[in-house]
């Protein structure tokens, strides 16, 4: 793909993001009510509200309570398309990996190769030329390692939306809100592949047509070397490797908080609520969303902070689970008089 054509999707993604934040921002600033504040908070709250911040009251059940939300157990949908979004960008750009990409390190006999053709050439642009070249394989297979941890994170939320999660009958979301979640679980998988995304869908129409044209019989067999698709990802840098640890970490505790969460309604019919307790509820209300922070903290650093997409992406998680949280806080407070005023909403000591 021509060079020209690469970026034309970030952009894209990046204003995307940034619509989807600046009303957040707006919402959260001390902006008069003279001056919109007040409306402007009252409906990002009540867009954003899921949950037992939505659930009409039970004297309620004319159906202009349920006016705009639908169910919240519609959560399940945000996964499955993330799933399929994420899976079928995963296969497309480590197939374009594995085929034109492999291997990520030049073989000791190519190094002799590659010079036997630039001979006349100064040492200075045989360099610069390989540079480019290592960087562009690294970047792509970055990619694919970064794809793979959100597939991980995908698959896992949507098994705890079946298994560990009981929504109540009553539970219901914003219609805004769902459709941004549908919004973001398709945006957050094109914005961490959206670097090498264009160039690998552009070999890969150039496979079709090649096998439209010359016929099955034709072509190459397709043979999957394991030990070549796995040596690139074990080659990569230190900041891949910190990244998934970092992303394990936030994991590990997002599954305990959910698992809390999970827990805590003995009777899955039943709407009462209590305070939960333990791993990182000690310090904050909503631990699952600051776990969810180091998660996507995780995939930024793996993908080595280059993007500017994933940066939009992670400013987005930010703004939007921050806000939220702040919004879950204030319920506890009005709900629980013994809730435990040390806590945080989802950053311990700052928010």
Known sequence: MEKG??????????????????????????????AGGRL???LL?????????????????SSSSKAFTVPQKYFLHFYVVGVAVTTSLLLAICFYAYMKMTPLLP?????????????????????????????????????????LLMEIQVLRRLYETENV?????????HIVGYLTGLFYYTAAPLSLASSCLPEAIDFIRGQIVEFIVKGRARMPDLVIDSP???KPLLKLGWCQWIG???????????????????????????????????????????????AELVIYLGMLIASGGSDISVWFLFIFVITNLSFAAVQTHRWYLQKFEDYPRSRYAIIPFVL
Request: charged share 15%.
């Open 5 to 34: 054509d690469g970026p034309a999707l970030q952009p894209l993604l990046c204003l995307a993001w940034l619509a989807a934040t600046l009303p957040i921002l707006a919402a959260a600033l001390p902006i008069p009510a003279a």
């Open 244 to 290: 998934a640890i970092v992303f394990i970490w936030g994991s590990l505790h997002q599954i305990r908080c959910h698992a809390i969460l999970g827990s805590l309604r003995e009777n899955k019919d039943s709407d009462e609520y209590v305070i939960p307790c333990g791993d990182w509820f000690s310090r904050v209300s909503c631990p699952h969303y600051l």
């Open 40 to 42: 402007l908070h009252s």
């Open 45 to 61: 709250s009540a867009f954003s509200s899921r949950g037992k911040t939505v659930r009409p009251s039970s004297s309620s059940s």
């Open 165 to 173: 999660f009981h929504y109540s009958p009553s539970a219901r979301m």
């Open 107 to 147: 073989e000791p006999s190519s190094y002799s190769t590659i010079a036997s053709h630039l001979i006349g050439s100064n040492s200075f642009s045989f360099g610069s030329v390989l540079s480019r070249t290592m960087e562009h394989k690294y970047r792509v297979w970055r990619t694919v390692f970064v794809l």
């Open 228 to 230: 070549s698709l796995l």
